[in-house]
């Protein structure tokens, strides 16, 4: 282990990150797909989560105004989509066409899902705070809705490693990797 600390880039802040399409749009006409990885849980009761948009991005004013977003995780496969829908703006293409992306109906929000994501997770927006390159996105999550060839049928858990979800590290994607531990393993007795 290096004993030597030197100071660093303060943008490389905590990671590795979810890479995450956010889905907004109120309907189809404005529908909208963008990448965001400053995105997390915040709170688990009312479950809560957090994602930071640039006022500048074309979704910002679609999820202001609806006040909706899902929360769409992303695999391997999903890896090109990914990064295209992050540079690449909704004022120009339809993301959704360009990807070969599948449109799904959410539950409880008028914004659309992706089908080929194992995850959706449906948002309402709670509260919005600027914070300086970006604002965040305080929501409530009303729904989620999970690929079932993703669920362990015995113990209804989902299997993460099956579904290989992507994860963001300074500019680059990586798989996420093989299970080493379950909360509270370390503390555990065995019996």
């Known amino acids: 282990m290096g ?22 749009g109120a309907d189809k006409k404005e529908y909208n797909a ?3 990885s400053w995105v997390g849980t915040i709170c688990s009761s009312p479950v809560m989560c957090s994602i930071s948009v640039r006022p500048e991005r074309h979704s910002y004013e679609i999820i202001k105004r609806t ?14 989509a990914t990064d295209w829908c992050g540079v690449k703006s909704g004022r120009d293409f339809n993301k959704f066409k360009e990807m070969n992306l599948t449109i799904g109906q959410a539950e409880k929000v008028k914004a659309p899902i992706i089908l080929e994501s194992p995850i959706n997770i449906e948002c309402k927006v709670k509260q919005i705070i600027p914070l300086g390159s970006h604002d965040m996105f305080i ?3 009303v729904n989620v809705l999970v690929d079932s060839q993703y669920l362990d049928k015995e113990t209804n858990e989902f299997r993460l490693s099956d579904a290989k979800l992507l994860a963001y590290s300074h500019g680059h994607y990586y798989k996420m990797g093989e299970e080493i531990g379950r909360f509270g393993w370390s503390v555990r007795k065995n019996k």
């Open 67 to 80: 006040g909706e977003f899902v929360l769409n995780l992303t695999t391997e496969e999903m890896a090109f």
């Open 34 to 36: 963008l990448t965001v």
């Open 139 to 141: 929501a409530e999550v």
């Open 3 to 24: 004993k030597e600390r030197i100071a660093w880039a303060p943008g490389t802040m905590i990671y590795p990150l979810p890479a995450v399409l956010v889905s907004c």
